[in-house]
Nanobody
């Protein structure tokens, strides 16, 4: 499975961005993580295969929305009300099996290359 993340960019605080993860297949849950030079990789959001169950970190809950289009093997992260602290490289990932703790990086077998999101104040 190969994943490719896209949609990052430079925006001002309060703006929106939509990230897209394109996969060669999308059999399991998919998620977004982010990382900065000063912080370890951080869970952002995850969605079950059907998209019916979603998970969010407290820092993005109410501002970000994860969704999926399984017909086209895509996952999305709609990011609204962006803050400077959201600045990071965002990675998409696909779980290795069902029944994993989707908030943990160890649940994921496949990772995209990352897309930079920069939010200016």
């Amino acid at each position: 499975v190969q994943l490719q993340a896209s949609g990052g960019g430079l925006v001002q605080a309060g703006a929106s961005l939509r990230l897209t993860c394109t996969a060669t297949s999308s059999k399991y849950a998919m998620a977004w993580f982010r990382q900065t030079p000063k912080k370890d990789r951080e869970f952002v959001a995850a969605a079950s295969w059907s998209g019916a169950t979603t998970y969010y970190s407290d820092s993005v809950k109410g501002r970000f929305t994860i969704s999926r289009d399984n017909d086209n093997n895509k996952a999305f992260l709609q990011m609204d009300s962006l803050k400077p602290e959201d600045t990071a490289v965002y990675f998409c990932a696909q779980a290795k099996a069902y029944g994993m703790d989707l908030t943990q990086g160890t649940a994921y077998a496949y990772w995209g290359q990352g897309t930079q999101v920069t939010v200016s104040s």
